[in-house]
């Protein structure tokens, strides 16, 4: 039972590539979320998917997209990767109603864009 | 949308002290108030949580408190131990709305021999 799995672990990027980030779970979980965390800002929400085939916009959405087409599975990308985008990013999942409300995290990822 | 503060952003209390975090919330809907821990290098975990319709809630050394007219609620950790330096994390979701979580920007608290 791995529980919520994010690959890859560490990436190096230059500014303008692009890249998919690959959160998998095998919780039978509905929801999932992106994260990401930068020194001082706390988590901040990315995108979130209460089920599969749909997405919602979190806090901080631009620059990033995201699919979720099997349930296991939540991906996010990054078309064009600016230095901004520099950051740890955790995926979590959440238990469908009736919901204990704990969130499940990764191991993050870390990106670094160069 | 929510907007979760939290007070302060760092914490320095002597071991054997009680320490202290404090989260404001911007929703009134809101009805889920998680506390996450993240030690260094790891993932964050819950630690504890609290519900609308509950005031307090403990857990063996840590209790949470909640003042849903001052959209208020607070972490208290007594007996502190080397164990508790980590950074801490309140947050807040209005569950079976949305369950969009929301999260402050995190108190790293220090336990000093």
Redesign the interface.
């Known amino acids: 039972n791995a529980g919520v799995t994010q690959t890859p672990k560490f990436r190096v990027l230059k500014t303008g590539q692009s890249m998919t980030l690959l959160c998998a779970q095998d919780m039978n979980h509905e929801?999932m979320?992106w994260?990401r965390q930068d020194p001082?800002?706390?988590?901040?929400?990315i995108h979130?998917s209460?089920g599969e085939g749909t997405t919602?916009k979190?806090?901080v959405p631009d620059g990033y997209n995201v699919s979720r087409l099997k349930k296991q599975n939540f991906l996010l990308g990054l078309e064009s990767a600016a230095p901004s985008q520099t950051s740890v990013y955790?995926c979590a999942t959440?238990g469908g109603?009736p919901?204990s409300?704990?969130?499940f995290?990764?191991?993050?990822s870390r990106l670094t864009v160069l | 949308?929510e907007n979760v503060e939290?007070h302060p952003?760092t914490l320095s209390v002597q071991e054997g002290d009680s320490a202290v975090i404090k989260c404001t919330y911007s929703d009134s809907a809101s009805n889920?108030f998680?506390w996450?821990k993240q030690e260094l290098g790891k993932?964050?975990?819950?630690i504890i949580?609290i519900?609308s319709n509950v005031g307090e809630k403990k857990d063996q050394r840590i209790a949470v408190t909640l003042n849903k007219t001052a959209k208020h609620f607070s972490l208290h950790i007594t007996e502190t131990q080397p164990e508790d330096s980590a950074v801490y994390?309140c947050a807040a979701?209005v569950?079976?709305r949305?369950?969009?979580?929301?999260?402050?920007?995190?108190t790293r608290l220090h336990i000093l021999p």
Not at chain 2, 43 to 46: G, I, N, S, V, Y
Not at chain 2, 98 to 106: E, M, Q, T
């Open positions: 929801y979320y994260y001082g800002m706390g988590l901040r929400l979130y209460v919602a979190g806090e955790f959440l109603v919901s409300g704990e969130l995290f990764g191991e993050g | 949308g939290q952003s889920y998680p996450y993932r964050p975990q819950l949580d519900r994390f979701s569950m079976n949305d369950d969009k979580i929301i999260f402050g920007k995190g």
